[in-house]
C-alpha cells in the first residue's frame, strides 16, 4: 500500500477488492499525486498565496475510490463500503464527505423496498451529523425521515436508535426532560435485546443527564455499566468518549487527579482511532482541570488546542465552551476587559446554538465576573437567567450554588 493513502482507506481495500483491483486503483491514486506534484511546481513560481485546505487530500482519495468502486463491484457490496466510508469520515471529522456520502446511499435505496434499512440509517447518519454542528433544524428533519422509514419496516431497535440521538439533541439544546423521556422509551424498547453497543449509548446519555442534575453517584453506575458494554466488543471510541464522561463527573467532583486519569485514557484512544472531535473535546476538558489547579499557562494551552480541532470540525458547541473556559481563565489572573470579551463570545455562540445548558453555565460565569468587578446589577441579571434555567431541569447542586452566591 501507498503510505500516502489515508490509512481508514487502505486498510479497508483487501475486504473489498481483488488484489487486481487495488493495484489498478493504486495505480490511479499514484497517478493523481503526479498531477498534484505538477500543480505545487507550478504554485513556486506563482506570485499568489495559495493554500490548499486541510483535508482537501482525504476528500479527493473517497472521490476517487467511489467513483472507481461503483462498477467494480456488485451494488450490495458497494453500498457496504459506502457505510464503511460514511462513518470513517464522521470519525476523521470530515462531515461534508460523510453527508455526501450517506446522500449517495439514500439515492441508491430510495426506490428498494428491501433496502429501506439502509435508507433509514444514512438518515440518521446525517442526523447525527447536523447535531454536531448544532444544525437542530436539518439534524430533527433526518431524524424525523429515520424514524418514518424504520416505523414501516417495524424495526424497532433502529427506532430506539433514533429515539437515543434525539435524547442527545433535546440534552444539548438544554430539554433535559424531553432528553430523559427519548432515553427511557430507547431503553425500553431494547430491554429484551442483547445488543451490549446499543444499550451502552442509552447508558451513557442517561448518565450524562444524571451528571447535569448533580446527582454524580447514579451517573457513574450508568457510565460504568456502559464501560462494561463496551469493553465486551472494544469498541474504542466508545470507550473513550465514557473516560471521558467519567472524567467530567469526577472534575464536578473537584477529584482533579481521577479526572486526569480518565481524560487521559480517553485521549490515548483516541489518538489511537484519529477520532477528532473526542480529540477537541478532552483538550477541553484538560483545560478546565488546569484551571481550576490554577495552572493558567496550561490551561489556555489545551484550550487552544481544542479550539483550533473545533474550528477545523465546525463543532460549534465546542467553540462556545473553549470560549467560555478562556473566559474564566482570564477572569482568575484578573485580565476582566478580555474574560469578558471571551464570556460574551461563549454567550452569542450559545445563543445562536440554542444550547440552554451551556447558556446557563455562562450566565453564572458572567455574574461572578461582575460580582467581582463590582458590577452588581449586571451581576445579579446573569445569575437569575442562570437560576431560572437550574430549576426549570431541577439541578438542586447548581440551584444551591446561585442562591449562595446571590446572598453572598
Known sequence: MTENINKSISEVLPDFFSDKLIAEFLHIFESSLKIKADTKAFQQKSPLDFQIEEGLSYRSQIDLLVTFAENKIEKEKFLSLLLYLGQASITNGEFPAAIDINEKIINLTKDDSDMTNLAANAHLLIGEIYSRQASWQNCLESISIAISLLSSINDVKGVAKCENLLGTVYGDLGNIQKAIENFESALEKLNEELNYTNKGKIEINLGIVKSIKGIYDEALVYFKRALIHYEKVDDKKRIAEIHQNIGMVYLKKEEYQLALNEFDDSLALALETNYQQQI????????????????????????????????????KLTIADVYKIKGIIQKKVSNFLLAENYLLTSLRLNTEAGNQLNLAETYQELGLLYKQTGKMEESKKYFNLALEYFKEINSETDISTILKLLND
Do not use: Q, R, T
Not at 478532552?282 to 473545533?310: C, I, P, Q, R
Open 280 to 315: 477537541g473535546i478532552v483538550y477541553l476538558s484538560k483545560a478546565s482541570v488546569y484551571s481550576s489547579l490554577n495552572d493558567y499557562s496550561l490551561a489556555n494551552a489545551f484550550a487552544d488546542k481544542s479550539l483550533e480541532v473545533s474550528h477545523k470540525l465546525n463543532d
